[in-house]
């Protein structure tokens, strides 16, 4: 039982490039998200979806997408890599709505 | 706007005295919060957690309290242990039909041995 487990762990990005993070749970959660956590800035949600099929912007979307590919699955996409995307992403995932959430290790991501 | 802070940026206890970490949120319709624990590396782990109809709750050597006159929330860790040292965020669900959690900005716990 591994959790949620996140990839890749580190990426170095140039400016307009694009990637794809990579989640996937394994606890049978019906919701799952992606926090992005920068220094002084505590963890801030980008994109949730409270359940599969569904998907709902956050505090700070701009910039990403996201696909939730199946109950387990659910990716953020970076488009076109900016300097200001450099931080480090949390995915999360959650039994229901109301329920506490359990995090991924991060994917930290450079952005030059 | 709606936000959930923390009082101080860094706490610094003796090995064995007693911590009390606070949170202030400022969304009155809030209705769930929680306390997560972060190391170095890692992603946040859920400690504890505290419906809005309860004003305390208790778990193996944690204590969470809730005072909703005021808007106030705090951990308190007995017996503080050197693994007890990492930063602690308290999170806010501003809406029960989503299930999104807005997160203070952590507090720094150091653990003086």
């Known amino acids: 039982n591994a959790g949620v487990t996140q990839t890749p762990k580190f990426q170095v990005l140039k400016t307009g490039q694009s990637m794809t993070l990579q989640c996937a749970q394994d606890m049978n959660h019906n919701s799952m998200y992606w926090y992005r956590q920068d220094p002084g800035m505590g963890l801030r949600l980008i994109y949730y979806s409270a359940s599969e099929g569904t998907t709902d912007k956050g505090e700070v979307p701009n910039g990403y997408n996201v696909s939730r590919l199946n109950k387990r699955e659910f990716s953020l996409r970076l488009e076109s890599a900016a300097p200001s995307q450099t931080s480090v992403y949390f995915c999360?995932?959650?039994?229901?709505?109301?329920?506490?959430?359990?995090f991924g290790n991060g994917t930290r991501l450079t952005v030059t | 706007g709606e936000s959930v802070g923390l009082h101080l940026p860094t706490l610094s206890v003796q090995e064995g005295d007693n911590s009390i970490i606070n949170c202030a949120y400022s969304n009155s319709a809030s209705d769930y919060f929680i306390w997560y624990k972060q190391e170095s590396g890692k992603g946040p782990q859920f400690i504890i957690d505290i419906r809005s109809n309860m004003d305390k709750r208790q778990g193996q050597r944690v204590t969470v309290l809730l005072n909703k006159t005021v808007k106030h929330l705090s951990l308190q860790i007995a017996a503080t242990q050197p693994g007890d040292s990492a930063v602690y965020f308290c999170a806010e669900n501003t809406s029960s039909n989503t299930g999104k959690l807005i997160f203070g900005q952590g507090t720094t716990l150091q653990v003086k041995p």
């Open positions: 999360a995932s959650s039994r229901d709505r109301g329920s506490p959430l359990h």
